[in-house]
């Protein structure tokens, strides 16, 4: 009875390990498709950019308006055409990853950020990322973010 209990520990711990290991696999592949977009940034990459959405995703903005907080909605298409023509300096948006929860074909990410333009301090605030996995790999479907310039630290 001893080696029985031996033998499904082993199995147990054995199993835990392969799924902690299939976890940080795809906890790894979603943060790459993030920083995949932000390295897009970086460079004005519009391919590089694109890849990182799919065709359909939806982008908006959490901003204060004459002291009034709304929503802004932007097409993606439009962020990339902004961000991929030339600029004198470059979009640079460092982003620490808080939060990544997965379930699946569905992940949601939380990240802070300070984005800077060239080496300028320009704002700062989080993303909340939500991603599909598909045949592809790991796409964006989701993104709204906050932005402010006090309370940055």
């Known amino acids: 009875m001893k080696k029985f209990y031996i033998l499904a520990l082993i199995?147990?711990?054995?199993?835990s390990?392969?799924?902690a290991q299939t976890v940080n696999q795809?906890?790894?592949a979603v943060k790459q498709t993030i920083n995949n977009l932000f390295d897009g940034m970086r460079n004005s990459d519009s391919t590089f950019l694109r890849k990182a959405?799919?065709?359909k995703s939806i982008m908006q903005t959490i901003a204060t308006r004459d002291g009034k907080a709304m929503v802004r909605t932007e097409s993606v298409d439009g962020f990339i055409k902004s961000v991929s023509a030339p600029?004198?300096?470059k979009y640079d948006e460092r982003i620490v990853f808080t939060k990544v929860l997965i379930?699946?074909?569905l992940a949601s990410?939380?990240?802070d950020y300070k984005f800077y333009v060239g080496d300028k301090f320009s704002h700062c605030g989080v993303n909340s990322f939500q991603l599909f996995?598909?045949?592809d790999g790991w796409k964006i479907i989701y993104l709204i973010d906050t932005r402010r310039k006090d309370n940055c630290n």
């Open 133 to 135: 996995k598909g045949d």
């Open 53 to 55: 959405f799919t065709p």
């Open 17 to 19: 390990k392969n799924n």
């Open 109 to 111: 990410v939380w990240t």
């Open 87 to 89: 600029h004198p300096e």
């Open 26 to 28: 795809e906890e790894d």
């Open 11 to 15: 199995l147990f711990i054995g199993i």
């Open 103 to 105: 379930d699946g074909n």
